[in-house]
């Protein structure tokens, strides 16, 4: 069975400064990864995802994350944040089917 | 714009009742994905459809159903509601499989009363 676990609920950053939000994952089988955004009120878009290939995912918005297969985690990092990015993210790990974390609200300090 | 409209954006009924949420996916894509969303239990996975077959199953339960139609658009059927079903449904649609990108819609905030 396949599972994500986000450890942190809330992440305050102040505006222009770096932000990592931790993933870390266990499934059995193949290793598909994902990173959503829900801004408030609007459904889940997605920021990147991994499939197979270069470890360093580059997504939108400024977005990368790392797929570490020996950590099992795939963490997401913005080098300088903005108020936008004030939103909820969701690491979701895949074969069948998508199980998702349990999201990590971002909160951009001003 | 995601692409995938979702109907109705509110639903409030009293528990027992029945209600069916509607969903369109993007155009071309082939699979209709169904999540809750509550605050208590977060982003749940229930049901995937691809090209009108049940493809995957999550924590659905037993009073809810989905269906796709042959013109790829799904419906959410909730019944003997529960104070507990209140919670944000979303679709989300994708090319064929999971490992392609979900496009998700709006969502529909349904409250059992």
């Known amino acids: 069975a396949q599972s994500v676990t986000q450890l942190d609920s809330q992440v305050p950053v102040f505006e222009e400064a770096p932000v990592e939000l931790r993933c870390n994952y266990s499934?059995?089988?193949?290793?598909?990864l994902f990173w959503y955004v829900q801004y408030p009120n609007q459904g889940l878009q997605l920021l990147l995802k991994?499939?197979?290939?270069?470890?360093l995912v580059k997504g939108i918005n400024g977005f990368e994350a790392e797929f570490n297969k020996s950590q099992t985690s795939f963490h997401l990092r913005k080098p300088s944040v903005h108020i936008s990015d004030t939103a909820e993210y969701f690491c979701?790990?895949?074969?069948?089917?998508?199980?998702f974390g349990t999201g990590t609200k971002l909160q951009v300090i001003p | 714009d995601s692409g995938v409209t979702q109907t109705p954006k509110h639903l409030i009924t009293a528990t027992g009742q029945r209600v069916t949420l509607r969903c369109s996916p993007r155009?071309?894509?082939?699979?209709v994905y169904w999540y809750q969303q509550s605050l208590d239990q977060g982003l749940q996975f229930l049901i995937q459809?691809?090209?009108?077959?049940?493809?995957a199953k999550g924590n659905i339960l037993e009073r809810f159903s989905a269906q796709q139609f042959p013109d790829l658009h799904s419906e959410l059927n909730l019944s003997s509601l529960e104070l507990g079903d209140s919670a944000l449904y979303f679709c989300?649609?994708?090319?064929?499989?999971?490992?392609?990108?979900?496009?998700f819609g709006p969502g529909t905030r349904l409250t059992v009363l």
């Open positions: 499934s059995s089988v193949s290793v598909y």
């Open positions: 459809y691809y090209n009108g077959e049940e493809r």
């Open positions: 979701a790990v895949s074969d069948q089917k998508v199980t």
């Open positions: 155009s071309g894509d082939l699979s």
């Open positions: 989300a649609s994708s090319a064929s499989t999971s490992i392609d990108t979900q496009y």
């Open positions: 991994y499939l197979s290939g270069s470890t």
